[in-house]
């Protein structure tokens, strides 16, 4: 049985990660659907930026780069290496959803009420969120199609 190397490794991992980001993206979009059940739009907007996390770690995994256990959204694209496509879209406002709305502030006030996201926020960070993740797809599968491309050159033809 051949083993596989750190590349295939890396790719495989990559692959995972972006599967779990596009979960969250459609975890997100139900969560919207079924408001009318008792859904929360902080759960929706949280799993917006789970999509948007998962997706630009599946960019740092590719490519070998360490990433610190946070849930900055700004640091992560900060870490992505030159000639990577990045989303350009206001993704780091995102990172709000991930620490503050699921931490508490303080005893008496274990979250701040007045911050909460409404469904109105909610569906914009979806939509961003689809946005980004739509561009770290093609980000992917452009180096992915790189890889395979010298992957070919390499071998006797």
């Known amino acids: 049985m051949a083993q596989q190397s750190s590349d295939d490794t890396r790719r495989l991992a990559a692959e995972a990660w972006l599967d779990d980001a596009e979960a969250d993206l459609a975890n ?15 759960a929706a907007a949280f799993h917006a930026e789970q999509a948007v996390e998962k997706g630009l770690k599946s960019l740092l995994i590719y490519h070998g780069i360490d990433y610190p256990p946070k849930h900055d959204l700004g640091l992560l694209i900060s870490l992505l290496p030159d000639g990577i496509s990045t989303p350009e879209v206001p993704v780091a406002g995102l990172t709000v959803y991930a620490v503050e709305q699921r931490s508490v502030a303080d005893a008496g ?25 739509a561009k770290i797809s093609e980000a992917l599968a452009v180096e992915f199609s790189k890889a395979n491309a010298e992957e070919a050159g390499q071998k006797p033809g």
Do not use: K, V
Request: negative net charge; hydrophobic residues 35%; aromatic residues 4%.
């Open 28 to 42: 997100a979009r139900s969560l919207s659907r079924h408001r009318d059940e008792g859904t929360a739009p902080f």
């Open 109 to 133: 006030n274990p979250m701040n009420l007045n911050e909460r996201p409404t469904w109105n926020d909610a569906e914009e960070e979806i939509s961003l969120a689809a946005q980004a993740l």
